[in-house]
């Protein structure tokens, strides 16, 4: 029997668990602390797939083509459109209830989908409806778990991946053997001072495959939320807060992005991602304000009843004052560069979900795709597994602009956390120029990766790594398309405010 060593308890772990299970795999999966502690966990609103009379896959492969500002890879985009419908039905058999009205499935529309197409379950709780019916999918199975097992390195023998080292809560570090691996440790949204991604989002998995030797791509391409609650945990406030008529104002109370945009609260998420980080610049980083006083208590509570709570455990009253509120790292669109059913350069390596470059989202994600390129694409590694079967499976060698492994480390300050995260915030974040890119590269050259003894060491080790990849990558790319914004890049400057179609929903 081929032993499967899945790294990652999130929607693209779990599908990749379950489906090599039932195609006879021995798998074991292991996960960084709880199994349901995950990206997946936290999405709010919804999944998107062409699955409705009025809608079609190639209406859904356009949005998303556009959304990735010419850089995703139509072959990729094409699979993830003709593919989804079918993973939603999936789904639906594992267990997923997604939101029924009269007429059926209810559906969403979300920023730049020409189509409502967006599902949805309990309301606000997409994510976490998911990752439960997964959990009791893989448990149905016969897949060994192991909670609180965290990838430290990939074993590579030969050019082919043939294992991982593994981290316990004592400290233990063991080799697990595996006739492959699949990398499902989502994103790294921890790389900045704000996020909304949880606290295991440390970008594991890409930097142990860098450290291995695998190609990755597009790193400089980091989705920034414009609206977390400025309060620990940067919890995500769902556009749909500005959708109904809440605003954003500065520390006097002006709406200041009625002097940006014609749509003001309702431009472009990254229009006015950028705006408020202007703005927080401008009054010397005090948060902006979220203003939803107007809608009263009550719309509040019924409208976005997990938001509501969330703010008030946050100890804010938003129905009587306005709320300080940051743009926060959200969503990686780089990763390990795989081909179109998973496979990394590394045979014996796959790679899946956000941890995956798989080039469906170019240089920035259409809202509410991921989690649908993770079942489509998770599932896809599957079926490769089992095409690929044998010791040393797999590989790839993907056409995309990818970052070579090199080594570096003379420096003898060991990297500080926050100092690095506060590093990329400012210099590496929803605003880049030659010069910070700069001063980024020489402070994170002068701190090296400490000795790997428990899991914030090896974190901190990861952190560094990605840290300095991303900021090569920026450097490379010199001029401003999607979510990689140079200011020294006046042109792209200009045209990037010109009006578009208004966010309706968050993702
Ligand atoms: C607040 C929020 C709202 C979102 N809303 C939406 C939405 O509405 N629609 C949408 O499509 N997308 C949304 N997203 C994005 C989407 O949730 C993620 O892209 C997706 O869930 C990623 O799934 P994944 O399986 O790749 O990773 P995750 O769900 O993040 O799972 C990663 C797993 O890897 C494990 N792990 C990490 N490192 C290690 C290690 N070293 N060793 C062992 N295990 C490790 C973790 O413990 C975890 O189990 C949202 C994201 C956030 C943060």
């Known amino acids: 029997m081929t032993r499967l060593l899945v790294v990652g308890g999130g929607i693209a772990g779990l599908w990749a668990a379950v489906k090599a299970a039932d195609a006879g795999f021995e798998v074991e999966l292991v996960t960084k602390t709880e199994l349901a502690e995950t990206n997946t966990r936290y999405a709010q609103g919804g999944i998107a797939a062409a699955l409705f009379p009025d809608d079609s896959a190639d209406r859904h492969f356009a949005d998303t083509l556009e959304a990735g500002a010419g850089l995703a890879d139509p072959a990729a985009v094409r699979v993830l459109c003709d593919e989804g419908p079918s993973r939603v039905r999936d789904l639906i058999r594992f267990g997923v209830e997604f939101d029924r009205g009269e007429s059926g499935l209810e559906r969403g529309l979300e920023a730049a989908h020409s189509r409502p197409r967006i599902l949805h379950a309990g309301g606000d709780a997409t994510g976490a409806a998911i990752e439960s019916a997964l959990v009791a999918t893989v448990r149905r199975r016969a897949v060994h778990i192991a909670e609180r097992s965290m990838l430290v390195d990939l074993i590579v023998d030969a050019g082919t991946v043939v294992g991982a080292r593994l981290l316990d809560d004592h400290g233990a570090i063991t080799d697990h053997r595996a006739d492959a691996v699949v990398l499902a440790t989502g994103g790294s949204g921890c790389l900045y001072r704000h996020t909304t991604n949880p606290a295991v989002a440390t970008g594991d998995g890409v930097a142990a495959a860098w450290r291995g030797g695998a190609r990755l791509a597009d790193l400089e391409f980091t989705q920034f939320h414009p609206t977390a609650l400025?309060?620990?945990?940067?919890?995500?406030?769902?556009?749909?807060?500005?959708?109904?008529?809440?605003?954003?104002?500065?520390?006097?109370?002006?709406?200041?992005?009625?002097?940006?945009?014609?749509?003001?609260?309702?431009?472009?998420?990254?229009?006015?991602?950028?705006?408020?980080?202007?703005?927080?610049?401008?009054?010397g980083g005090a948060p902006v304000l979220l203003d939803a006083s107007a809608l009263g208590a009550a719309f509040l509570a019924r409208r976005f009843p997990g938001l509501d709570a969330v703010v008030r455990d946050a100890g804010f009253d938003w129905s009587r004052e306005p709320v300080p509120i940051t743009p926060a790292a959200h969503y990686a669109m780089g990763g390990v560069a795989t081909d179109l059913d998973g496979r990394t350069s590394l045979p014996g390596l796959y790679a899946v979900g956000e941890t995956a470059r798989t080039g469906v989202h170019g240089a920035n994600r259409l809202a509410s795709n991921s989690l649908l390129e993770a079942a489509v694409f998770a599932d896809r590694a599957a079926r490769a597994l089992v095409a690929d079967s044998g010791p040393g499976l797999g590989g790839a060698s993907p056409d995309t602009s990818c970052i070579p492994a090199t080594a570096r480390d003379s420096a003898t300050l060991t990297v500080d956390r926050e100092q690095l995260r506060e590093l990329m915030w400012q210099r590496v974040g929803l605003e880049r120029d030659a010069a910070g890119l700069a001063a980024a590269s020489a402070r994170l050259d002068a701190w090296r990766a400490p000795d790997v003894r428990d899991r914030r060491t090896a974190e901190d080790r990861n952190l560094l790594d990605l840290a300095r990849l991303t900021v090569a990558a920026a450097q490379a790319r010199r001029d401003s398309i999607g979510a990689h914004f140079r200011t020294d890049d006046p042109a792209q400057a200009a045209s990037s405010i010109a009006p578009r179609a208004p966010e309706l929903e968050a993702a």
């Open 230 to 283: 400025a309060a620990p945990g940067t919890p995500l406030i769902s556009e749909a807060v500005r959708g109904e008529g809440a605003v954003l104002r500065d520390v006097h109370g002006r709406r200041f992005l009625l002097d940006v945009h014609p749509d003001a609260e309702l431009a472009p998420r990254d229009v006015v991602a950028r705006a408020v980080w202007r703005q927080m610049t401008a009054q």
